[in-house]
C-alpha cells in the first residue's frame, strides 16, 4: 500500500502520522524534540518517529512532508529557527539519503494552512489566506494550490503595522499586529495592569510567569472578569483591523483562522472579528468571502505535511 | 505582418497603441474619452481610436489588451467604474464582435503594472507588488507571471489601515495609508494648515481648488517650503511603513512605485521610502527587494495591455 508521513517538528515534540493515499491515518508517533541536547540529537528523535511509523505498517512510503518553526529555504533547509538549534541545515538531504523518498519541508504555519485548506474539501478555491493568533500571529498564503513563499518569508502576517509608532513589537518595529492582538501582547497588558493594582481573576494565572493559556482567558472572559473582557475586546478590535487588510489586499475565497487564542474562543470570537473587518475593508469585500475556524488543532501539522507532500509527488 | 493593441482607457482620454509581436511600437492614437456623454458615446470613442490604428497599417490584429478604472471581472467586464459611465459592462463582448481579436481587460493599475513589469525585462521574477501613489493609491500584485486578482477586487493597497482610529478615508474606513500619502490627502492637510494662516508658496497653487499637481509639491519641497517638506515628510514616513508591510507580507523579488507623485520626486523619494521600510520590516528582508521606479510614465497602461493580452495569445 503506497503511503505518506506527515512530520510535525516543534520545539517541544515531534509528531508524525502515517497516511494513506486518501488522507486516511493509519499510524501516529510522538516524541520529544530534545532541543535543547543539540541539532544531532533532534535529527536522531526526527528519525526514530518516522523509523517507529515504518517499522510497525508494510507500506510503500511515497514521500514525507513536514513542517518547522522558522525560515525555511528550497522546501528542504531550515535556515533557521527560534525554537530548534537548526542553521543553514539540509534537512530534506538527510531525510532522502536515508528513506529515499521524496521530501518537502515548509514553515510550520505554512503547512498547517496548507493542511486546513486541504482539509476544508475546498481545493477549487484558488485563494487563501491563512491567520494563526497564538502566542504570536503567523499567517500563509496559498494562491493556485501552492504555498506563496515569495522570497522566502512571505507571510509575516503579524508584522503589519497597524498602530504607526505604537506598541514596541518583538521584531524591532513598533505598532504591529502581533504587538496588540497576540497572547504575548494581552498577557504584557494583563501584567501591567495587575501590578498597578488592578483586582483580576487572572492574577493566579500569572503566578508562574509563563505565557497565560487560551483556556485561562477564556474562562476569565466568560466569568465577566473585566480586565479580561478588555484585553480580549482590545485584541479583537485589532484582529478585526489585520482581517480587513488583508482582505482588501487579497479579496480572498478562503480566509481560515487557527491558533490557540481562536480555538478557545471559536465561532463567538470569529464573528466578532468579521463584524469588525466590515467597518475597516472596502465595502462588501468582507461578504464575499468564505471565513472559517481551524478545524484540524494539534493535527494541522501533521496533515499538513501529508497534503503538501502529496500535492507534489502526484504532479 | 502580427500585431497587438494596447488600450489605456481613461476618465479623460483614450489611447490606443499598436505594437509588433516583439513590443516595438508601430503606431499611436488618443481620442477624448467624452465620460459625461454617456456609455454609448464612450464605446464609440473606443472603436474610433482602434479603427485609426488598424486603417493606417496592414497589420493582422492578433489581440487587444485594455485597461480601465474600476472593478473589472471575468477579464472582460467592467462592473463599476468611478470615472466612466460603465456598470456591468461587457466590453469584452463588443470588442470581440466588431474585431474578432482575443481581448483581455484590467484594472487600470494592474493592467499599467504588469506593463512596468514586463518592461524591466526581468520576466523570471514570480513575485511583484506595484505600489501607485498619486491622486490616490492603488496596487498590483503579480504572482508567477500573472496579475493577482483573489475574487476580483484585490490590490486595494491604499486601505489598509495603517494607522488605527487615524484619518478618516473616502472608503469608510480610518487610518488607511491612502488617507495619509495620497496627494489628495497631502492637499487636504495644505489646505487646513493655509486656511489656519500659515504661509507657504503653496497658498497661490491652492486657488483653483483641483487636487494639487506633483511638480507643483516638488518646487515648493525643492523650494524649502516649510509645509511642503513637512507634508512630504510625513507622507514619506507612512509611504515607508505601507512598504514595510508589503514586504512583510510578499517578499517580493520586484518592488515597483508609480504614479505622479512618485514620478515627481523620482529616486530620492523613493530612497527615503526604502530606508524608512528598513525600519518597520522585518530584519533583512527590505535588502532582498529589488526597488524600482516607474520608467513608462503616461505609457505604463497601453504598454501593459499589450503585454497582458501577449502573455494570454502566446499561452
Known amino acids: 500500500m503506497k503511503a505518506y508521513i506527515g512530520l510535525d517538528i516543534g520545539g517541544t515534540k515531534i509528531l508524525g502520522v502515517l497516511y494513506k493515499e486518501d488522507g486516511t491515518e493509519l499510524d501516529r508517533a510522538k516524541k520529544k524534540t530534545k532541543a535543547s541536547e543539540g541539532v544531532d540529537v533532534v535529527i536522531e528523535q526526527i528519525y526514530k518517529v518516522v523509523d517507529k511509523l515504518l517499522e510497525e505498517s508494510k507500506v510503500e512510503l511515497m514521500g514525507i512532508g513536514a513542517g518547522s518553526p522558522g525560515l525555511i529555504k528550497d522546501e528542504g533547509i531550515v535556515v533557521f529557527s527560534p525554537n530548534i ?122 503566578i508562574d510567569g509563563g505565557v497565560i493559556k487560551s483556556s485561562v482567558l477564556e474562562n476569565a472572559y466568560n466569568a465577566k472578569d473585566p480586565l479580561a473582557i478588555e484585553v480580549i475586546d482590545e485584541a479583537i478590535h485589532y484582529m478585526g483591523v489585520a482581517t480587513a487588510n488583508y482582505v482588501n489586499i487579497f479579496h480572498p475565497e478562503i480566509f481560515i483562522f487557527s491558533g490557540g487564542v481562536i480555538e478557545s474562543f471559536g465561532q463567538p470570537m470569529l464573528s466578532r472579528i468579521i463584524d469588525e473587518a466590515r467597518k475597516h475593508s472596502m465595502p462588501g469585500l468582507v461578504d464575499d468571502v468564505d471565513f472559517r475556524l481551524s478545524e484540524l488543532g494539534d493535527d494541522a501539522g501533521a496533515y499538513g505535511g501529508y497534503a503538501l507532500i502529496r500535492s507534489k509527488v502526484s504532479t
Chains 1, 2 share one sequence.
Open 85 to 206: 538549534p537548526f542553521v543553514d541545515f539540509d534537512l530534506k538531504g538527510k531525510i532522502v539519503k536515508r528513506y529515499g523518498c521524496a521530501f518537502v519541508l515548509g514553515n510550520d504555519v505554512n503547512v498547517a494552512m496548507f493542511g486546513e485548506w486541504k482539509h476544508t474539501g475546498l481545493d477549487q478555491a484558488r485563494s487563501v489566506v491563512g491567520l494563526f493568533i497564538g502566542t504570536g500571529i503567523g499567517g500563509a498564503i496559498i494562491i493556485n494550490g501552492e504555498l506563496y513563499l515569495g522570497q522566502g518569508s512571505a507571510g509575516e502576517m503579524g508584522h503589519m503595522v497597524v498602530q504607526d509608532n505604537g506598541m514596541i513589537c518583538g521584531c524591532g518595529s513598533k505598532g504591529c499586529f502581533e504587538a496588540y492582538a497576540s497572547k504575548t501582547a494581552m498577557q504584557k497588558f494583563i501584567n501591567a495592569q495587575i501590578k498597578k493594582g488592578r483586582q483580576s481573576i487572572l492574577e493566579e494565572a500569572m
